[in-house]
């Protein structure tokens, strides 16, 4: 089993693992777990093989938890990596693709904060609103890992944007977070459609240009509120209102 390359789960000791068909195996001696974090070193690693890839699901997202290998394997693909690593080439490559991967994310979120602001698609009157409420979702949900439906690339981002606002209300402007949902299967989903509506409601408001008391509006209060948004290095800037 030590000459396969698999896809494993924690064990419940240190040096053991579990594979998909719920095989308890023990890890050869000789073999040591590389941490997860550094994407270089770990796919030079699995390239020389064989592996043992340890996965742990948590509710829908799926966490690495580093990979069992050869202790000489990793130590070799090491040596090498870090002796790459020390030239003038690779430095300058690397201040390049930092400067590529900055510039790609300032875009991403100008375009998704544009997204936001279609979606809301508020009235001329309350145009301003549309501005901080698209700033606020932004500033949430773009930050790199941040693990918000805005990071994915599996749905168009007019989807995304959606998705964010209705995430971001569900949880400043609802009771949700503090709500005692049974654990009956379905449930919670249905309470977050039904939020979802509510939401969907308010939102349609400010849509038909409505006048809403700031005083009693939740989503103005929770706007206003200094602890709804913490600043991120991805803020952007609302738009210039038009003068028409």
């Not at 002796?83 to 003038?88: G, K, M, N, P, W």
């Not at 997204?115 to 698609?121: E, N, P, R, S, T």
């Not at 008391?213 to 800037?237: E, F, H, I």
Request: charged fraction near 30%; include cysteine; aromatic fraction near 6%.
């Amino acid at each position: 089993m030590s000459e396969q390359s698999l896809d494993v789960g924690p064990g419940k000791d240190e040096r053991n693992v579990v594979t998909a068909e719920g095989k308890v195996l023990q890890v050869p001696d000789g073999w040591e777990l590389l941490p997860p974090g550094d994407a270089g070193l770990t796919r030079r690693v699995k390239a020389a093989g064989p592996t043992w890839t340890v996965k742990e699901k948590k509710g829908r997202r799926t966490f690495s938890k580093g990979v069992w290998a050869d202790a000489g394997t990793i130590a070799a693909a090491k040596s090498k990596l870090e002796a790459e690593r020390s030239t003038d080439a690779y430095a300058k490559r690397r201040k390049s693709d930092v400067a590529r991967r900055e510039k790609k994310q300032v875009e991403y979120v100008e375009d998704f904060f544009g997204a936001v602001v279609d979606f809301l698609k508020f009235a001329p009157n309350h145009r301003s609103l549309a501005e901080r409420f698209a700033k606020a979702v932004t500033d949430h949900a773009t930050p790199v890992g941040s693990g918000t439906v805005a990071r994915t690339q599996r749905i168009p981002i007019e989807r995304r944007a959606e998705s964010a606002v209705i995430a971001w209300m569900r949880h400043q402007t609802t009771a949700y977070d503090h709500m005692a949902i049974p654990r009956v299967k379905g449930k919670r989903r249905e309470v977050r459609r039904m939020l979802a509506e509510e939401s969907r409601r308010l939102l349609t408001k400010y849509r038909r240009g409505e006048s809403v008391g700031a005083q009693t509006c939740l989503l103005q209060r929770a706007l206003d509120s200094p602890t709804t948004s913490l600043p991120t290095s991805n803020s952007v800037k609302p738009r210039p209102e038009s003068s028409d």
